[in-house]
Nanobody, 119 residues
Framework: QVQLVESGGGLVQTGGSLRLSCTASASESDVGLNAMGWYRQAPGKERELVAVAFSRGGKNYADFVEGRFTIPRGNAENTVYLQMNNLKHEDTAVYYC???????????WGQGTQVTVSS
């Protein structure tokens, strides 16, 4: 069983920045090729993809990111970050780290970290 732990959430004003981090208890050596990414869920809304980073270097971003976020993988293959700049009030949500294995397509989820952007 893979465990994911997120950190870095908090309260910021519009235009501010946050850097989220996620560390998994497994790496590519343990689970094979994989993607690590971030999803978010705001009150009354469905969970949505923010960004993903594949273990071999590819990255994808949701349209609403608008160039404001980046999702670097750490030097360790079991770590991923979400650098969020120029935050908007609409970014307020619980952000969840996700790992999906490319063999078996198994999903693992963190507990979530709250991001609140005030006006």
């Amino acid at each position: 069983q893979v465990q994911l732990v997120e950190s870095g959430g908090g309260l910021v004003q519009t235009g501010g920045s946050l850097r989220l981090s996620c560390t998994a208890s497994a790496s590519e050596s343990d689970v094979g090729l994989n993607a690590m990414g971030w999803y978010r869920q705001a009150p009354g809304k469905e969970r949505e993809l923010v960004a993903v980073a594949f273990s071999r270097g590819g990255k994808n971003y949701a349209d609403f990111v608008e160039g404001r976020f980046t999702i670097p993988r750490g030097n360790a293959e079991n770590t991923v970050y979400l650098q969020m700049n120029n935050l908007k009030h609409e970014d307020t949500a619980v952000y969840y780290c996700n790992l999906r294995t490319c063999v078996g397509l198994t999903d693992y989820w963190g507990q979530g970290t709250q991001v609140t952007v005030s006006s």
